[in-house]
């Protein structure tokens, strides 16, 4: 086929914009319809009765419609992925804002204002698909571009590294983080003895553990957390000229985590409280954003930056090489149909464009085998590809053919190449510029069944992250180490953790191990184990401020959801003006009663209830407002629930606001709030004169996401 016909061709019917796709997904759209028809078409006249032989008799087996309901529905389920089972996603727009045509050639990086379609599916790592949402985990963040030349994957990740270097160990690590074999359990948690077990024989986790029981493992939601292409790419220009390239994606709406108990509580309360979030956000048209950044890496330079670029438990700190931004990424539609879009959705990191290449990252290079193979298994087939939220936006010219479900229909004999009987004129590969050019590697020496010396170094960069923590979020990982040690039955694993740490930091070891009835941590005796190679680099820094998420960020506070608790004989004054202040700056309010229905105010009026203490809690908001009235106080301090609810609250560093009587709702923690209150609480006297104000420092409490240093919040019961 003549090339500029293809090049139209390709162009064309990818369209320009983000409706592109939505377009095309609308070809394959099923409309509700009023009338019930079978799989063939045929009009169905009585969908409760089976046939049967009299009517008390058994049924018929030529009940063909009886046979065609069972059969359909015994199939309705594929097996769940592998690992990343439990996911949402999201339609959306790529628009870029710089070019990167000095880098890439790219297509859908070098016009500035260009929309490319994306999906995107985000997922939990370790648990099932039926699994709880805010469990401690690495978060899945795939990306697929449908870009004029192609469908473009970026199958990334909430951390910038990963736990292993090799995609030899991938089986390994997945087998010892999912439930445990002989008996199923546990679901969902890195907290049992065959995960500690297998980490702590294999010192190149460190840096991701250290990860893992950060706050980055625990997002208050998808929307503000951070993603990462984690492996190195390459990016090569027009001329050839290649720049080692990692990928950042930076929320909008800034990078904020729950507090370890919230989020454990939140997995009961609401086990789909990411998704729904999710969800929500779009269906109100707060449409999440982030920002696309890259880090350039001059080929030259590679060699130079004390690290290697190829090992994925590795990353560039920001300070050393500064994050680009090229553009922003919007999601603005829910999916139609979950199984069909969101589980269906297959991604892959080989699904590259002119411009973008792989690297000899030895994780990255397993995986364009694994994901390829898991789908043919997944999704029943190698046509896959072709299932609507998959296609391309281009047009497909191949040869690959028939298979399970094939959905196109091919014309003609010709199914080979090179060939001219189908159009006259030759069918060849474009060798020319159009056509994928993978990068020429200098390649030497023998094949070894060995890592690099540079892959050596496994905890200088574990060591960068923890000193780039705050106090606060230092004290968490302590914690969270603390929390899933104490879970591993076997002494001889918790001691071999701390052992290990003691590579990364003396203190961080010491603190871990206090609680958990071992030795103190050698690190002598983790360097004499087996696999053990520290050849530890230098970092050109000693922390890297960009790795703290407990920064005020300064972020709007649109979509956090605030608790007005109420009572009858609530004051309804100040919560109106605060209340509108909050709904201006985008948040949403939830008043919360003993019952639904309404609340009877103190000047006769009648709020509406939007849920009851039975039905909630205070994990599934981010900030609690009680409203003045004497009797509507005292309502409250009756109500145990209406009492945990605000310790809770302050329990887990939320901002708090209480007008006039309703400070009394804290008396049990036992502080002096007219004099000194904690950080993020707000005692107001309900003044007409004090209420806006009142409602900016609110929202800049709020904006402040969680108040970590808090007085006495232990002595609050759990
Ligand atoms: Fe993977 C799914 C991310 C290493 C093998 N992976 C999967 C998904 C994400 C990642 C986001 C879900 C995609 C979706 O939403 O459908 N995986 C990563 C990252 C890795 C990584 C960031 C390290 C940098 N993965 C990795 C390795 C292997 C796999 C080393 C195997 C050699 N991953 C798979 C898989 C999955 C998968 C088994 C499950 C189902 C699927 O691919 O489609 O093939």
């Known amino acids: 086929m003549p090339q500029s016909k293809t090049d139209a061709q390709r162009k064309t019917k990818a369209g320009d914009g983000a409706a592109a796709k939505q377009k095309q997904l609308e070809g394959f759209t099923q409309q509700a319809e009023p009338v019930l028809t079978t799989g063939e078409g045929l009009v169905v006249n009585d969908n409760h009765n089976s046939l049967r032989a009299g009517a008390r008799g058994p049924t018929v087996l030529s009940d063909f419609l009886l046979l065609e309901k069972l059969a359909r529905f015994d199939h309705e389920r594929i097996p769940e992925r592998v690992v990343n089972a439990r996911g949402a996603g999201a339609h959306g727009y790529f628009e870029l804002s710089k070019s990167l045509g000095q880098s890439t050639s790219a297509d859908f990086l070098q016009e500035p204002g260009l929309r490319t379609p ?58 010892a983080l999912k439930p445990e074999p002989h008996h199923g359990m546990p679901q969902a948690s890195s907290a049992h003895d065959t ?29 503000m957390m951070d993603g990462f292409g984690v492996h190195t790419y390459r990016l090569v220009n027009a001329h050839g000229t290649v720049h080692y390239a990692k990928f950042h994606w930076k929320p909008k709406l800034g990078r904020h985590a729950l507090c370890a108990e919230e989020a454990r509580r939140i997995a009961g309360q609401d086990p789909d409280f990411l998704r729904r979030d999710l969800w929500e956000a779009i269906g109100r048209n707060q449409f999440p954003e982030w920002e696309l950044g890259v880090q350039l890496v001059e080929e030259s330079r590679a060699q130079s930056l004390g690290f290697d670029l190829l090992d994925p438990t590795k990353l560039i700190p920001e300070e050393l ?26 991604f892959h990191p080989g699904h590259v464009v002119p411009g973008i290449d792989i690297t000899p990252d030895p ?32 047009a497909v010219h191949n040869l690959h053919r028939d298979g399970r479900h094939r959905f196109t229909v091919p014309r003609g004999a010709v ?49 960068l992250f923890w000193n780039s923590q705050s106090a606060a979020e230092k004290e968490h990982i302590v914690c969270a180490f603390q929390h899933e040690l104490a879970k591993v039955e076997s002494k001889a694993v918790r001691q071999r953790v701390v052992d290990n740490l003691a590579h990364v930091d003396a203190k961080l070891a010491r603190k871990v191990g206090e609680p958990l009835a071992i030795e103190a941590p050698d690190a002598k005796a983790a360097a004499g184990r087996a696999g053990f190679r520290a050849a530890r680099g230098k970092l050109p820094m000693e922390a890297s401020p960009s790795l703290s998420i407990d920064a005020p960020q300064g972020h709007a506070i649109t979509s956090r ?37 309404v609340v009877s105010t103190s000047s006769g009026q009648q709020l509406p209830v939007d849920c009851c203490f039975a039905t909630t809690s205070s994990v599934l908001f981010d900030a609690v407002l009680v409203p003045g009235g004497a009797a509507h106080v005292q309502a409250l301090l009756k109500s145990g629930s209406a009492v945990h609810f605000i310790l809770e609250a302050y329990r887990h560093c939320k901002p708090i606001c209480l007008i006039g009587p309703a400070a009394d709702l804290l008396r049990p923690v036992g502080l002096d709030l007219a004099s000194t209150p904690p950080s993020g609480v707000l005692v107001g006297s309900g003044d007409p004169a004090t209420r806006v104000p009142m409602a900016q420092e609110f929202i800049a409490a709020i904006a402040r996401h969680r108040h970590w240093v808090r007085p006495q919040w232990e002595a609050v019961p759990a």
């Open 118 to 175: 994306v999906f995107v599916r985000f997922s939990n790592f370790a648990g099932e698909r039926g699994s709880a949402d805010t469990v401690r985990d690495l978060r899945g963040f795939a990306v697929k571009f449908y870009t004029r030349e192609g469908n473009f994957d970026l199958v990334g990740a909430s951390f910038p590294i990963f736990f292993i270097q090799d995609a030899m160990k991938f089986p390994d690590l997945v087998h």
């Open 195 to 223: 995960f500690w077990d297998f980490v702590s024989l294999m010192p190149e986790t460190t840096h991701a553990l250290l990860w893992l029981m950060s706050d980055r493992a625990l997002p208050r939601s998808l929307r």
């Open 321 to 346: 090489v500064p994050v680009q931004p090229v553009g922003k990424l919007v999601l603005n539609r829910n999916p139609d149909n979950f199984f069909a879009e969101t589980e269906q959705v297959a």
């Open 363 to 394: 994780l990255l290079q397993g995986r364009l085998f694994a994901y390829g193979d898991a789908q043919i298994g997944r999704l029943g087939g190698p046509n896959h590809q072709e299932l609507p939220i998959n296609r391309p936006l281009c």
């Open 415 to 463: 199914n080979y190449e090179p060939s001219t009987l189908a159009t006259g004129a030759e069918f060849r590969v474009d060798g020319g510029q159009q056509g994928f050019q993978g990068q020429a590697d200098a390649l030497q020496g023998e094949t070894v069944r060995r890592r690099s010396e540079s892959f050596d170094d496994h905890f200088s960069q574990a060591t």
């Open 561 to 597: 959801r605030v608790a007005v608790l109420a009572a009858p004989g609530v004051e309804i004054g100040a919560l109106k003006i605060i209340q509108q202040a909050l709904h201006d700056a985008g948040a949403v309010t939830k008043v919360v009663a003993s019952a639904l229905g």
